[in-house]
C-alpha cells in the first residue's frame, strides 16, 4: 500500500465526519475545500475541528477505514502456494448422535490462489471414537416358546473405531477484503479401523429381526465420502504469515454399508477448523 494511497483513504475518513471541513495549507488566508488528499499539499496541510461531530457511527467508520489498507495490502502479491497445519473438533453433533466423543481433525493443508478463487487439498487424519454397530450372522434357530414354535437370529454387537485417513478438493473464493472467503469441498475417506485390538464383539439373538437396528450385512464402508460448506476468516500477520478460524458444516455419507434405522442417515455435525499458513512466492 502506497503513502499517498493511505493518505487518501485518511483523507476521505475526515470528509464523512463532517462535511464542513476546511484544509489549510499554510496561509491563513488561503482556504480550501477537503475533496480528497489531492486538494492540498500532503506535507502542509491541518484540519479544522471546530465543528466536529463525533459518535458512534463514525468511530466505527473511521476504525473500518483504517483497517482497509492492511486487507487491500494482503491483495497486491499473490503467493504460489499456501501451506500449513490444521486442526479442529466438531463443536455439535446435529444428527444422528452416534456417539458421545470429541470427534478431531487434523493435518496439513495446501492452497493454490486463482486470483479470487483458491484450490485447495489436504492430507488429514478424522477420530470419531468408538462407534456401534451390529452384523447380521445369516445364523437362525427355532424355540418353543409358549407352545409356539420361534425362530431366533443371530447377530453380533460390535464396537469399532471409525478412523480415516481424507483427501479433500476444496474450492474457496475470496471477498474483496482478503480476510473473509467462502468454501465448498468434498472428502475422500479411507477407512483405517485398525487391527482386531480395536473392536469388541458381543454375541447375541432377537427374535424378529424387523424391530430391531442392526445390519442385514457384514462390515463397514471401507471408503465413505464427507461434504462441507463453510466460511472462513483469517488474520494476516504479514506477507508470509496468516492464520485463519474456519466454521463448517459437515456431512458424512452413512458409513456401514447396509443400514439400522440406527445408521440410516448421514452424519451432520458442525465443525470448527484452525491452522498457520504459509505463503510461498
Known amino acids: 500500500m502506497k503513502p499517498f494511497k493511505l493518505l487518501d483513504l485518511w483523507a476521505s475518513a475526515a470528509i464523512l465526519f463532517e462535511p464542513s471541513l476546511k484544509c489549510e495549507t499554510g496561509s491563513r488566508k488561503s482556504?480550501?475545500?477537503?475533496?480528497?488528499?489531492?486538494?492540498?499539499?500532503?506535507?502542509?496541510?491541518?484540519?479544522?475541528?471546530?465543528?466536529?461531530?463525533?459518535?458512534?457511527?463514525?468511530?466505527?467508520l473511521?476504525?473500518?477505514?483504517?483497517?482497509?489498507?492492511?486487507?487491500?495490502g494482503a491483495q497486491e502479491l499473490q503467493p504460489r502456494f499456501i501451506a500449513g497445519p490444521e486442526l479442529g473438533a466438531d463443536f455439535r453433533k446435529i444428527s444422528p448422535v452416534i456417539n458421545t466423543n470429541s470427534n478431531y481433525t487434523f493435518g496439513i493443508s495446501l492452497e493454490y490462489p486463482v486470483h479470487k478463487f483458491s484450490l485447495g487439498t489436504a492430507l488429514l487424519y478424522k477420530e470419531y471414537g468408538w462407534q456401534q454397530y451390529r452384523e447380521y450372522t445369516g445364523e437362525t434357530y427355532q424355540e418353543v416358546v409358549k407352545e409356539e414354535l420361534v425362530t431366533f437370529h443371530n447377530y453380533n454387537e460390535r464396537n469399532v473405531k471409525l478412523n480415516y485417513y481424507s483427501i479433500p478438493l476444496r474450492l474457496q473464493y475470496r471477498l474483496p477484503c482478503n480476510c473473509v472467503y467462502v468454501q465448498a469441498g468434498i472428502m475422500a475417506d479411507f477407512a483405517n479401523f485398525g487391527s482386531e485390538g480395536n473392536e469388541e464383539g458381543v454375541f447375541r439373538t432377537v427374535e424378529d429381526p424387523q424391530t430391531f437396528d442392526f445390519n442385514h450385512r457384514t462390515g463397514l464402508k471401507p471408503l465413505n465420502l464427507t461434504y462441507e460448506l463453510a466460511v472462513g476468516f483469517k488474520l494476516h500477520f504479514n506477507e508470509k504469515w496468516r492464520m485463519y478460524m474456519r466454521p463448517t458444516y459437515r456431512i458424512m455419507s452413512q458409513p456401514s454399508r447396509q443400514g439400522s434405522t440406527e445408521w440410516a442417515s448421514n452424519y451432520r455435525s458442525l465443525h470448527m477448523a484452525f491452522g498457520v499458513q504459509r505463503a510461498f512466492f
Open 31 to 60: 482556504e480550501k475545500w477537503l475533496y480528497g488528499a489531492h486538494s492540498a499539499l500532503y506535507s502542509d496541510f491541518r484540519i479544522c475541528t471546530s465543528n466536529f461531530t463525533f459518535n458512534s457511527s463514525n468511530l466505527f
Open 62 to 72: 473511521l476504525f473500518s477505514l483504517l483497517l482497509l489498507p492492511l486487507c487491500l
